[in-house]
């Protein structure tokens, strides 16, 4: 029994990492390299998870809903970088004030043109059966591959290719960057496009797991908001460890004591964790870093 107690704590694991690495994956690029604070985030997932959904009841498979959804929410951020967003790059503060408005707008057009939920998908795979307990595939297994593979992607990404360099170049020194004939303002387009893709693909790999309603994305913000600032200042590393601290914390408590108790743990666990480390883990990690460096 202990055995299969084990088990069911490790697929909650999976499942509490997979949830906070796909929640804060779309957040981090937009505010960890751009500095924009998004708190329309999780309105993009709502954008994704809203777009699939409608396409599935439309007669599509699943899997080709879902890319409608990555879509849909890709050329919704597009739409709004170049409208808005771009207008905000350096403005810390009206980033916030402006993403939270456009957070209420998108929540009530979409209670106005949709109503106050749609009908679900339902979740695909089935369980898995071990001793007297199960555990959905979908969230267990899969889930957890997809967010594994989307944090490989944008290693590679943002590390072994050129678009990468001049990303990561035009982030941290804009004017050096144009005066290398590297066009910041695509950039800008292109990274924010990517951050909105991630969301776009979070909230089509939930939506059949979750309630379609016009709030889904706040369920969301949360968590990715703790997990950029648990994290730290490396987009790449801080999140998945970010994601593997809160996620043990949430699927330990959420085990023994429920959903809600795991929900108070996590939130409890990362208050700790911002008040001991303010720069995040991967703050720490590079002060620990420099200190051997100045040593040797």
Known sequence: MALYQLINVAFQFLDSFAFIVLATIGLAIIFGMMGIINLAHGEFILVGAYATTLSFQAGLPLPLAMVVGVVATTIFGIILERTIIHRLYGRLLDSMVVTFGISLVVIQLTRIIFGTSLSQIGTPFGGVSY???????????????????????????????????????????????????????????????????????TGALYAPTITMTPELGAGFLVEAFVAVVVGGPSVLLGTPLAGGFLGIIDAVFTYGWGTFIGQVALLTAAIFAIRLLPDGITGLIETIQEKRSQSQ
Not at 132 to 142: D, E, H, I, K, N
């Open 131 to 201: 001793g007297g307990f199960s555990y959905s595939a979908y969230r267990g297994v899969f889930l957890p591959i997809m967010a594994i593979v989307s944090l490989v992607a944008l290693y590679v990404l943002f590390t072994r290719t050129e678009y990468g360099v001049r990303a990561r170049a035009t982030i941290q020194d804009e004017e050096t960057a144009r005066a290398m004939g590297v066009d910041t303002d695509r950039m800008y387009l292109s990274t924010f496009a990517i951050g909105s893709a991630l969301a776009g693909l």
